[in-house]
C-alpha cells in the first residue's frame, strides 16, 4: 500500500536529519525550503509529526525498538499519544516523555505530582508570545493593529507580551520588518526584567548570544547610557547586530570575544547580565532533541562552566553595581544551589528573593534569576 504523501516527507526528514548537527527547528526550515512543493498543509503536518515523534521518543523507544520511522508512524496515527501513556505497563519515564535520568531529577527536585505536571508541560505545545518595542509603538496599537486579523491577547503578567492562540507567520509580517515587536517567551520577558536599567546606566550582557534581553532591555534605558552585548560565537553577535538595528536601538555596542574594549569596562558597569549556557530543561517544549542529550557528565560540565562565567562577569561590576545570573533551566543545581554557591564564594549579597518559573500548560517557559548586589571589599 502506498505511504501517505506527508508520511513519505516525515520519513526522508528523519533519515536527512540523522547525519545532521543542526537542531531540529533549523533542520526542519532547512527541509521545507529545499521542498517547496510541500503546501502549508503539509508543512504543518509533517511537523507535528516530526515534533510528536521527537518529543516522545522514549514512549516510542519502548513501543518500537526496531527504531523504525514508518512503524513510529503507523502508531502515531493509530492512537493518540494519552492512549499510549495510559498504559501501566511502560516504564514510567517513557510515559512521561523522558529519559530516566531527567524524569528522576524532576521527581526528586518538586515530587510525584508537579514533577509530572511538568513534564506534560515539557510535552505540551509551546504558546506564541511576541514582546512589543516600547521604543516604537505601544502595546495598545499593536493590538489594535492586529486584533481584526489574529486571534490574539494582551498578557496579564506581562506589560509588554502579546499572545497568539495559533501559530502564524510573525517573521513575515511588516510590523516585524518595522522593528515594533520580537518573539519572545513571557518567561524570558521576566527575566529581562530584573535589569532593572535606567536612562544613563552602563549595562553588559556577558553571555548575549543574538540579543533577545538586551533587545528587552534597552527600551527602559530611553536611548541614553550604554548597553554592551557580549558572547563567544561571533553568528550570534551577528544576528545580534540585525536585530538592534531593526529595533531602532542606538546606545548598544557589539563586543567579540577578547573586544579590546571589554578590559576597559571591568569594575565599571551598573548592570551585568549573565545568562548562562545550561541544560535548557525549562524550555524544552521548544527544543524537544535536546531532551535526549541531557545526562549527568553534561550537567556537571555545565555547573562548573556556570561557575567561571560568573567570576568572569563579575569582574565587570562597579562597587555598587548589580550582577543576574539567569538560566532557561528548572533544575535545583543550576539555579538554587549555585545562588548558595555564589553566596559563599564570591562578594556578592541576594538583593531580592530569585525568580523561578517553571513551565506551564499553555504558560510561559521555565526560567531562574537571581539579582545580586556587590559588596563593598572589606
Known amino acids: 500500500m502506498k505511504q501517505p504523501f506527508c508520511d513519505v516527507h516525515t520519513i526522508a526528514f528523519f533519515k536527512s536529519w540523522s547525519s545532521s548537527s543542526k537542531p531540529l527547528d533549523l533542520s526542519l526550515s532547512d527541509y521545507f525550503r529545499a521542498h517547496r512543493s510541500l503546501g502549508a498543509t503539509d508543512r504543518r503536518q509533517v511537523g507535528e509529526a516530526v515534533y510528536t515523534l521527537v518529543r516522545w521518543k522514549s514512549l516510542f523507544d ?10 513510529r508512524l503507523s502508531l502515531y496515527r493509530q492512537k493518540p499519544i494519552e492512549s499510549w501513556t495510559a498504559d501501566p505497563h511502560l516504564p514510567e519515564a517513557a510515559r ?26 515539557l510535552n505540551s505545545p509551546a504558546p506564541i508570545t511576541v514582546r512589543v518595542n516600547l521604543l516604537k509603538t505601544s502595546r495598545e496599537e499593536l493590538l489594535r493593529k492586529w486584533e481584526s486579523t489574529f486571534a490574539v491577547k494582551a498578557s496579564s503578567k506581562t506589560p509588554t507580551a502579546l499572545i497568539f492562540s495559533k501559530r502564524e507567520p510573525l517573521f513575515a509580517l511588516p510590523e516585524f520588518k518595522e522593528g515594533l515587536f520580537e518573539v519572545q517567551d513571557e518567561g524570558s520577558q521576566h527575566v529581562a526584567a530584573c535589569i532593572e536599567a535606567k ?7 556577558y553571555c548575549s548570544g543574538s540579543g533577545g534581553k538586551s533587545l528587552a532591555i534597552a527600551p527602559n534605558m530611553g536611548g541614553k547610557g ?26 548598544a555596542q557589539i563586543l567579540e570575544n577578547e573586544h579590546p574594549t571589554l578590559q576597559k569596562l571591568r569594575g565599571k558597569m551598573d548592570w551585568v ?34 561557575r567561571s562565567i560568573f567570576s568572569k562577569a563579575l569582574l565587570y561590576c ?9 538560566t532557561c533551566s528548572i533544575l535545583p543545581e ?13 562578594p556578592v549579597a541576594l538583593d531580592k528573593e530569585p525568580l523561578q518559573l517553571l513551565p506551564e500548560l ?5 526560567f531562574f534569576a537571581a539579582v545580586f548586589r556587590k559588596l563593598p571589599k572589606g
Open 318 to 326: 562597579k562597587p555598587t553595581g548589580k550582577i543576574v545570573y539567569a
Open 199 to 205: 536612562s544613563g546606566d552602563r549595562v553588559l550582557d
Open 362 to 366: 499553555a504558560g510561559c517557559d521555565g
Open 62 to 71: 519502548c513501543l518500537d525498538p526496531s527504531y523504525s520511522t514508518s512503524k
Open 273 to 306: 547580565l549573565a545568562d548562562v549556557p545550561c541544560t535548557g530543561t525549562g524550555t524544552l517544549r521548544r527544543n524537544p532533541d535536546m531532551k535526549w542529550k541531557i545526562d549527568a557528565p553534561m550537567l556537571e560540565r555545565l555547573i562548573e562552566e556556570q
Open 226 to 251: 550604554e548597553l554592551y552585548l557580549h558572547d563567544i560565537r561571533a553568528s550570534s553577535l551577528m544576528e545580534a547586530k540585525r536585530r538592534l538595528k531593526r529595533a531602532g536601538i542606538q546606545n
Open 96 to 121: 512521561a516523555g523522558l529519559s530516566p535520568f531527567l524524569f528522576e531529577k524532576l521527581i526528586s527536585s518538586y515530587g510525584p505530582s508537579q514533577g509530572r505536571q511538568i513534564a506534560l508541560a
Open 334 to 346: 543550576e539555579n538554587q544551589r549555585q545562588v548558595e554557591y555564589f553566596l559563599k564564594s564570591f
